[in-house]
């Protein structure tokens, strides 16, 4: 303010950082609509493949400016389940940055598998691990918690884990972690398989 007071032209890097809290503030205020009012789904029959392709597509070029590596494994059929795409899209997105945030400043491998889980009942598992520094015992039984966060003042809202455990549920799925033996850890979102295909496979 006291620039444009001034008559000065306001510099690339000054109008970089407004344009960066504005970004910021938006994301907190969807997150908190989300959190708090989330609209009814339009659930349907899908491919789970699909939201998962969407993320990676829509991550892996930033990844590659933080040292991050994302590594894909998906089975070549369809893999069928009842939900809502976008949803389901948010969640893989939150669960894959949060990841690649962990492993910060030094980078590292960002793992996403699709598979299914042999029932009953017939499920498919979407595992998401890194190598970052794992979960505290402190802070395993928070951290679906609203506003919860180990991110940095400024970093993170806490909301991100809760929406994915809120979507997840709405799904009639869960969502469970632990920490690698290596170092890091595993997020799995288990989802029902859509009811025609557990006919067809049966």
Known sequence: ??????????????????????????RIVTQLLEFSRREPSSFRHIDLKEPIIACEGL???????????????????????????????QVFINLVSNAAQSMQPEGGKVEVTLSRELGPPDMWAVSVSDEGCGISEEDA???????????????????????TYGIIEDHGGEITFQNRPGGGTTFIVSLPAAPDEMEEAK
Not at 1 to 26: C, F, N, V, Y
Not at 73 to 78: I, M, R
């Open 141 to 163: 039984d928070k951290i679906f918690n609203p506003f919860f966060t180990t991110k940095d003042v400024g970093k993170g809202t806490g909301l991100g884990l809760s929406v």
């Open 59 to 89: 991550l892996g070029s930033t990844f590659s400016k933080e040292r991050t590596v994302l590594l894909v494994d998906l089975p070549e059929e369809p893999v069928r389940v009842v939900g809502d795409k976008s949803q389901l899209q």
């Open 1 to 26: 303010t006291e620039r444009l007071k001034k008559g000065k032209e306001p510099s690339p890097d000054w109008m970089e950082k407004i344009q960066s809290e504005i970004d910021r503030a938006s």
